[in-house]
Structures are given as structure tokens and as C-alpha cells.
């Protein structure tokens, strides 16, 4: 789906949709300001607002997540695709490793004079999914030793797998890392990857270190489960590992800091 079979433009607007899903998207973009809390919404920050809808076409019932985000700061995307492309063509990516994420149905900009007011992004929705939230501290599952270690275990392999192919997640936080239990197996699936992109082998032993810190940082593990699961990182790296080995890496872990000169340190371990 290269291009969203080329119909993306950074010069007026434009909208890409699954063959079977045309009639739906213009539904939605046609209904969208009148669109409201009682319609589905699931999630609003920032702006962005997502919803949870079921619509049927050609025969086929659909069972979706339909997210629009604000133009905010336009003057970034004259140039660049937005926040909804981004993410469109990183599932799309993922899809195609055999990555456990949503399927993309469409996508689209709102633009007038190259500025970006508006872009969308439609996806298959994942029934009976919870976010990893739910294993940080006071989590529902905090205390579920075995639910905690098979998530983070299978986490860190795919992560393992987007690095050997040079890949920085950027927001490898446990809230955009759903999980479920399947016939008494837990399974994985990723959404928000609107961040995730290609970065250079020489820059990728700090995207291991920014990627496995955001989730230590939410995390709170202990020292020894930090270790377990750097060690388990390191192990499923086929192409490439940090320069220096697990020693390394975790006393990186302990000293990082966001920016350079910045003075904070962070907590990640309870």
C-alpha cells in the first residue's frame, strides 16, 4: 500500500480507503463535527479524539478505531506527512513483519495551502485488549508474576526484532502495548506508532537505550527483573546488539538523561 495507493498529497487534501470501506469513510468525514462523546468516543487528549465504531458495508460488519488529530503546530507538516501517515505507513511496516497490530482501513490529510488542518486514520479495532497500565504499579496485574514476565517477554522480542531492522519505536511506553489472554495464552499487539521510524546503525544504541528506558521508567521493576529482561533483549538480537554488552547498557539505563546538559535523573526501578 505504497503511497495509499497513491492518493497522498502535501498540497491539498486527500483520503486513502480499503476497497469495501469507501462508503463508511465518507460517512464519517461528511458526520464528523456532529460526532460526540455518546457516539463511541474512547479517548481524548490533546485534541486527538478516538472512537470505537461499528458500521457495515458491502456485506461486511466493521468493528474499528477512527482517530482525527488536530492541525496543531501545521507549519511542521508543510513538507512532512502528518501524524495519521506516519502511523498508516509505520502499521503498514509492522504488518508486513508479521507484527501483531491493527489492520489500516484508511487515512487522510485536511490541508488548504500546503497547512495541515486535520488528518484522520481508521483501523481495525482490537476486541478484548487492555493496555500494560495495567501492570505499572497499582496496576489491576502488578502482582500476576507470570502475566507481568510473558508481556514483557514478548514485548522485548518484538523490539528486539524493529531493532535488528534499525527501527526507534520513540514511544515504547506500556499504555500503547495492549495485551490480552486467548484460550489461557496472553498475547501482544502495539498501537500509536505514529512515532516509530528508520534511523541509522550509528544512531541505534541510543534508540535501545531511549526505547527499553521509557518502559523501565513506567515500569518500576525490580534489579533483577531489569537485568532479567536486558539479558533477554540481548539474547533476540540477531543483527546488532549495544556496543559494550548488557554491563553497558544497564549502567546507561541508570545514567540516562534526556538531553544532554539536562541535570534530572530518572527512577526505573521500584
Same mark, same amino acid.
Given at each position: 500500500?505504497?503511497?495509499?495507493?497513491?492518493?497522498?498529497?502535501?498540497?491539498?487534501?486527500?483520503?486513502?480507503?480499503?476497497?469495501?470501506?469507501?462508503? #463508511?469513510?465518507?460517512?464519517?468525514?461528511?458526520?464528523?463535527?456532529?460526532?460526540?462523546?455518546?457516539?463511541?468516543? #474512547?479517548?481524548?487528549?490533546?485534541?486527538? %479524539?478516538?472512537?470505537?465504531?461499528?458500521?457495515?458495508?458491502?456485506?461486511?460488519?466493521?468493528?474499528?478505531?477512527?482517530? #482525527?488529530?488536530?492541525?496543531?503546530?501545521?507549519?511542521?507538516?508543510?513538507?512532512?506527512?502528518?501524524?495519521?501517515?506516519?502511523?498508516?505507513?509505520?502499521?503498514?511496516?509492522?504488518?508486513?513483519?508479521?507484527?501483531?497490530?491493527?489492520?489500516?482501513?484508511?487515512?487522510?490529510?485536511?490541508?488548504?495551502?500546503?497547512?495541515?488542518?486535520?488528518?484522520?486514520?481508521?483501523?481495525?479495532? #482490537?476486541?478484548?485488549?487492555?493496555?500494560?497500565?495495567?501492570?505499572?504499579?497499582?496496576?489491576?496485574?502488578?502482582?500476576?508474576?507470570?502475566?507481568?514476565?510473558?508481556?514483557?517477554?514478548?514485548?522485548?522480542?518484538?523490539?528486539?526484532?524493529?531493532?535488528?531492522?534499525?527501527?526507534?519505536?520513540?514511544?515504547?511506553?506500556?499504555?500503547?502495548?495492549?495485551?490480552?489472554?486467548?484460550?489461557?495464552?496472553?498475547?501482544?499487539?502495539?498501537?500509536?506508532?505514529?512515532?516509530?521510524?528508520?534511523?541509522?546503525?550509528?544512531? %541505534?544504541?541510543?534508540?535501545?537505550?531511549?526505547?527499553?528506558?521509557?518502559?523501565?521508567?513506567?515500569?518500576?521493576?525490580?534489579?533483577?527483573?531489569?537485568?532479567?529482561?536486558?539479558?533477554?533483549?540481548?539474547?533476540?538480537?540477531?543483527?546488532?546488539?549495544?556496543?559494550?554488552?548488557?554491563?553497558?547498557?544497564?549502567?546507561?539505563?541508570?545514567?540516562?538523561?534526556?538531553?544532554?546538559?539536562?541535570?534530572?535523573?530518572?527512577?526505573?526501578?521500584?
Amino acid at each position: 500500500m505504497k503511497n495509499f495507493n497513491g492518493a497522498e498529497s502535501r498540497f491539498s487534501s486527500w483520503s486513502y480507503a480499503e476497497k469495501g470501506f469507501e462508503d #463508511i469513510l465518507s460517512e464519517l468525514r461528511s458526520g464528523t463535527p456532529a460526532m460526540s462523546k455518546s457516539a463511541g468516543l #474512547i479517548n481524548e487528549s490533546s485534541g486527538k %479524539m478516538v472512537w470505537r465504531l461499528v458500521r457495515s458495508a458491502n456485506g461486511r460488519e466493521y468493528d474499528f478505531a477512527y482517530k #482525527i488529530n488536530p492541525g496543531k503546530t501545521p507549519w511542521r507538516y508543510i513538507f512532512s506527512p502528518s501524524l495519521a501517515v506516519r502511523e498508516a505507513e509505520n502499521y503498514c511496516m509492522f504488518e508486513a513483519m508479521g507484527f501483531p497490530v491493527a489492520h489500516v482501513l484508511a487515512v487522510g490529510d485536511v490541508r488548504k495551502f500546503f497547512i495541515l488542518k486535520e488528518n484522520f486514520i481508521a483501523t481495525t479495532y #482490537i476486541p478484548g485488549t487492555r493496555d500494560g497500565r495495567e501492570f505499572m504499579p497499582g496496576g489491576a496485574f502488578r502482582e500476576n508474576d507470570d502475566l507481568l514476565r510473558e508481556y514483557t517477554r514478548q514485548n522485548f522480542l518484538l523490539l528486539a526484532r524493529i531493532h535488528d531492522n534499525n527501527v526507534f519505536h520513540k514511544a515504547f511506553h506500556p499504555r500503547n502495548l495492549l495485551w490480552r489472554e486467548n484460550d489461557g495464552k496472553l498475547e501482544v499487539f502495539w498501537i500509536d506508532v505514529a512515532r516509530c521510524r528508520k534511523v541509522g546503525k550509528r544512531r %541505534m544504541d541510543r534508540a535501545v537505550l531511549v526505547d527499553l528506558h521509557t518502559y523501565f521508567r513506567d515500569m518500576k521493576l525490580t534489579y533483577e527483573e531489569l537485568e532479567e529482561y536486558v539479558g533477554y533483549y540481548l539474547a533476540n538480537r540477531c543483527n546488532g546488539t549495544y556496543t559494550g554488552g548488557k554491563t553497558a547498557l544497564i549502567n546507561a539505563l541508570f545514567k540516562f538523561r534526556r538531553r544532554m546538559f539536562s541535570r534530572k535523573r530518572y527512577t526505573i526501578t521500584g
